[in-house]
């Protein structure tokens, strides 16, 4: 049973920055990315990062592209986002999930999600 869990969520003013950070258990093998998505209240939740486990190659959402730094631990087993120069737009839930294909897709299968860290973004 993959398990994953995301910390470091808060409020913060435009302009600030946040780290989060998701914590993976439970593989027998081990995914071949991890990513983040977000979904903001009465949108759809979309993909924002992922980055290769194996190549540690990161890709990233153009919203967020030179804003959002991914990154992961040596051990493969924690993914963490760099997020600077926030705008409420960025405000939203976010989730992290691991996968072995179609990372940014988000209906794609996963092999798990986290519960989610609340961003929240003030003007």
């Known amino acids: 049973q993959v398990r994953l869990v995301e910390s470091g969520g808060g409020s913060v003013q435009a302009g600030g920055s946040l780290s989060l950070s998701c914590a993976a258990s439970?593989?027998?093998?081990?995914?071949?990315?991890m990513a983040w998505f977000r979904q903001a209240p009465g949108k759809a939740r979309e993909w924002v990062t992922y980055?290769?486990?194996?190549?540690?190659?990161?890709y990233y959402a153009d919203s967020v592209k030179g804003r959002f730094t991914i990154s992961q631990s040596n051990a493969k087993n924690a993914v963490y986002l760099q997020m600077n120069s926030l705008r409420p737009e960025d405000t939203a839930m976010y989730y992290c999930?691991?996968?072995?294909?179609?990372?940014?897709?988000?209906?794609?299968?996963?092999?798990?999600w986290g519960h989610g860290t609340q961003v929240t973004v003030s003007s």
């Open positions: 439970g593989y027998t093998d081990p995914p071949n990315c």
């Open positions: 999930a691991a996968a072995r294909q179609n990372c940014a897709v988000v209906d794609a299968p996963k092999l798990g």
């Open positions: 980055i290769s486990a194996v190549s540690t190659n990161a």
